[in-house]
């Protein structure tokens, strides 16, 4: 199994706490009272920003006060976004310890700590009781987890009967092998992509139903209706951008944008229901 931290060396130093509330400092933004919309430009760490998160909060049929697990956190704009637009209540869990402090950290000054409890953790052995959530989010999380069966089983676990999984992951595509780096990976052995087809059978064999399943075109349509919607949309703040956390992060979005464009990715948006 890959340690819960590989491939994660090339994000931004240990005190990226800091970096973060320095830079919002510097910008004149009030660090002790942010507005969650204003961190939009930084804190939706995946592909397609703040509009894939409210289709798949969509897509999932979110509702106020469900207990939602959102795996693979990072720095948690996905799980604010959930807890002050949809009004749930969310346990983020990351394995990464630094995204975890800058978590808990913009939670609380953007007054959500109430909302959003952060725990550290990994996907593969998820530190929580049978049956604990109506909910699991998962977003750009599986390209880095090798064991995607164990996440599988796990997300069944601690899901309670008729549970949902909603996910919007990075998938293989059929192009061949990935030119590097990617936002995800500085190599391939740091990268764990399947074929949507693999990704979807793994969790029908893990004891998932169907709901919706979105790949290519149609996921572009679920995230334009989105943004079209209003809803929890939000810019961000000049400035304050993921380069903060990943300092190539242009480049890496180029080699991503060049693996689109070949077929070398894919993308896969789904809404499981836990059998």
């Given at each position: 199994?890959?340690?819960?931290?590989?491939?994660?060396?090339?994000?931004?130093?240990?005190?990226?706490?800091?970096?973060?509330?320095?830079?919002?400092?510097?910008?004149?933004?009030?660090?002790?009272?942010?507005?969650?919309?204003?961190?939009?430009?930084?804190?939706?760490?995946?592909?397609?920003?703040?509009?894939?998160?409210?289709?798949?909060?969509?897509?999932?049929?979110?509702?106020?006060?469900?207990?939602?697990?959102?795996?693979g956190a990072g720095i948690g704009g996905p799980s604010r976004v959930l807890a002050r637009y949809f009004g749930a209540q969310v346990t983020a869990l990351d394995a990464t310890e630094r995204f975890c402090e800058l978590n808990r950290s913009l939670c609380e000054r953007s007054g959500l700590g109430d909302?959003?409890?952060?725990?550290?953790?990994?996907?593969?052995?998820?530190?929580?009781?049978?049956?604990?959530?109506?909910?699991?989010?998962?977003?750009?999380?599986?390209?880095?987890?090798?064991?995607?069966?164990?996440?599988?089983?796990?997300?069944?676990?601690?899901?309670?009967?008729?549970?949902?999984?909603?996910?919007?992951?990075?998938?293989?595509?059929?192009?061949?092998?990935?030119?590097?780096?990617?936002?995800?990976?500085?190599?391939?052995?740091?990268?764990?992509?399947?074929?949507?087809?693999?990704?979807?059978?793994?969790?029908?064999?893990?004891?998932?139903?169907?709901?919706?399943?979105?790949?290519?075109?149609?996921?572009?349509?679920?995230?334009?209706?989105?943004?079209?919607?209003?809803?929890?949309?939000?810019?961000?703040?000049?400035?304050?951008?993921?380069?903060?956390?990943?300092?190539?992060?242009?480049?890496?979005?180029?080699?991503?944008?060049?693996?689109?464009?070949?077929?070398?990715?894919?993308?896969?948006?789904?809404?499981?229901?836990?059998?």
């Amino acid at each position: 199994m890959t340690p819960p931290d590989a491939g994660l060396n090339y994000y931004a130093g240990p005190d990226l706490n800091g970096q973060v509330l320095g830079t919002l400092e510097e910008l004149g933004r009030p660090v002790d009272r942010l507005d969650s919309d204003d961190l939009a430009s930084l804190d939706e760490f995946h592909a397609l920003g703040r509009p894939a998160t409210l289709a798949q909060a969509k897509l999932a049929a979110v509702k106020r006060g469900e207990r939602v697990l959102d795996v693979g956190a990072g720095i948690g704009g996905p799980s604010r976004v959930l807890a002050r637009y949809f009004g749930a209540q969310v346990t983020a869990l990351d394995a990464t310890e630094r995204f975890c402090e800058l978590n808990r950290s913009l939670c609380e000054r953007s007054g959500l700590g109430d909302r959003i409890e952060v725990v550290d953790g990994d996907a593969r052995e998820l530190p929580f009781e049978e049956e604990s959530f109506d909910l699991v989010w998962s977003q750009a999380v599986w390209q880095n987890i090798d064991d995607k069966d164990a996440v599988a089983r796990e997300i069944h676990r601690v899901l309670r009967p008729g549970g949902r999984l909603a996910l919007f992951e990075v998938a293989a595509g059929t192009g061949g092998p990935l030119h590097y780096p990617v936002p995800w990976a500085d190599s391939a052995d740091q990268s764990f992509l399947v074929p949507p087809t693999e990704l979807r059978e793994l969790l029908g064999r893990a004891g998932f139903d169907e709901i919706a399943w979105n790949e290519g075109a149609s996921i572009q349509s679920t995230i334009q209706a989105a943004a079209a919607d209003g809803h929890g949309m939000a810019a961000g703040v000049p400035g304050v951008t993921l380069e903060l956390v990943m300092p190539d992060f242009h480049a890496r979005m180029a080699g991503l944008a060049r693996n689109v464009e070949e077929q070398r990715v894919a993308l896969a948006q789904a809404v499981m229901r836990r059998a």
